[in-house]
């Protein structure tokens, strides 16, 4: 089955710097891959997503990249800000189900 | 857009007591329905998924089980709790044709 690698576990950076958290999937066949947001205590959010005909997608301050032929995709956050210190979960999806990565926690500094 | 309910949000149970946790999903048809496990400071673990009525696939064997009795309500069940239970409880739904998936609140367990 699928597996997704998730690095770093942990960043900490200062307010304004920019994150980046990576991931990597073994299944070739895998064609979607989100990115969600957990803050303490709540329900993963969903916040910017890729499918596999792209090879990046931008949202104001987040941004997604892939590439297929290496297996990985990586979150780029811009200008953090306090607020975006969570958890954050990279999937990659196969026909029914999304495999996880560990997730990341980060910790933005004021 | 759809709308996922959960309860009870929050549960104390002693271990061997029995669990059942409810999902219902409201403004979609025919969704795929799923159930996670998200230990303290752990990723989610996919337990349960079911594409329509009375289908469940398991991810994990374990003393837990699922029944989908109608087309959005999905129940996550167990008939003797452990302490290894414990966890935050997630059901999730994606609708058919459809690439994304979203969570409902949550339902907190602790096993004492």
């Known amino acids: 089955g699928e597996n997704v690698e998730q690095h770093p576990s942990t960043l900490s950076v200062q307010e304004g710097d920019s994150a980046v958290i990576k991931c990597t999937y073994s299944?070739?066949?895998?064609?979607?891959f989100p990115w969600y947001k957990q803050e303490l205590g709540k329900r993963p959010q969903l916040i910017i997503d890729i499918r596999s005909n792209v090879g990046e997608k931008k949202d104001q301050r987040i941004a997604v990249t892939l590439n297929k032929t290496a297996k990985h995709f990586s979150l780029h956050i811009t200008e953090t800000q306090p607020e975006d210190s969570a958890v954050y979960f990279c999937?990659?999806?196969?026909?029914?189900?999304?495999?996880f990565g560990k997730g990341t926690m980060l910790l933005v500094s004021p | 857009s759809q709308t996922i309910h959960q309860w009870p949000a929050t549960l104390v149970q002693p271990v061997g007591s029995p669990l059942s946790l409810e999902c219902t999903v409201e403004?979609?048809?025919?969704?795929?329905l799923y159930w996670y496990r998200q230990a303290a400071g752990r990723g989610l673990q996919l337990l349960f998924y079911?594409?329509?009525?009375?289908?469940i696939s398991s991810e994990v064997p374990q003393n837990l089980s699922a029944s989908r009795p109608q087309d959005r309500q999905f129940i996550l069940s167990s008939k003797k709790l452990l302490l290894s239970d414990s966890g935050f409880y997630l059901c999730?739904?994606?609708?058919?044709?459809?690439?994304?998936?979203?969570f409902g609140p949550g339902t907190r367990l602790t096993v004492t």
């Open positions: 999730a739904v994606r609708e058919k044709g459809s690439y994304e998936q979203y």
């Open positions: 403004g979609t048809s025919n969704p795929n």
């Open positions: 999937a990659a999806s196969g026909y029914s189900t999304l495999t």
């Open positions: 079911s594409v329509g009525i009375g289908q």
């Open positions: 299944d070739s066949a895998s064609n979607y």
